[in-house]
């Protein structure tokens, strides 16, 4: 079973940056880590997702943030960060992780309600104008 607890999130200006963490507890391996926000009033959405083999590292982004924010994993701390630059008012949302067996990709395409093996608390993030 793996556990998840999410980190990071604040208050920031718009064109600034922030660095979430998710802290995974547990057998990570084989699984596909991804970054969801859910917005107030709106529909939780996918952002980020990431995915390793002793060989290699699988991403894959959303549009809508594509070249400015960064998923990566430190294996060592078992944990998986988003780094967020030039960030935008329409950023502003609680920041799930999630884990899965779907492959990154997979987990990009997948319509809410998104039903995924581990999900953390989340952690809010407000962007200022």
């Known amino acids: 079973q793996v556990q998840l607890v999410e980190s990071g999130g604040g208050l920031v200006q718009a064109g600034g940056s922030l660095r979430l963490s998710c802290a995974a507890s547990?057998?990570?391996?084989?699984?596909?880590v991804g970054w969801f926000r859910q917005a107030p009033g709106k529909e939780r959405e996918f952002v980020a997702a990431?995915?390793?083999?002793?060989?290699?590292?699988?991403?894959y982004y959303s549009e809508s943030v594509k070249g400015r924010f960064t998923i990566s994993r430190d294996t060592a701390k078992n944990t998986v960060y988003l780094q967020m630059n030039s960030l935008k008012p329409e950023d502003t949302a609680v920041y799930y992780c999630?884990?899965?067996?779907?492959?990154?990709?997979?987990?990009?395409?997948?319509?809410?309600?998104?039903?995924?093996?581990?999900w953390g608390q989340g952690t809010l993030v407000t962007v200022s104008s």
């Open positions: 547990g057998r990570t391996f084989g699984y596909t």
């Open positions: 990431i995915s390793w083999t002793w060989f290699s590292i699988t991403t």
């Open positions: 999630g884990a899965d067996r779907a492959s990154p990709q997979a987990m990009g395409i997948m319509s809410a309600p998104y039903v995924l093996d581990a």
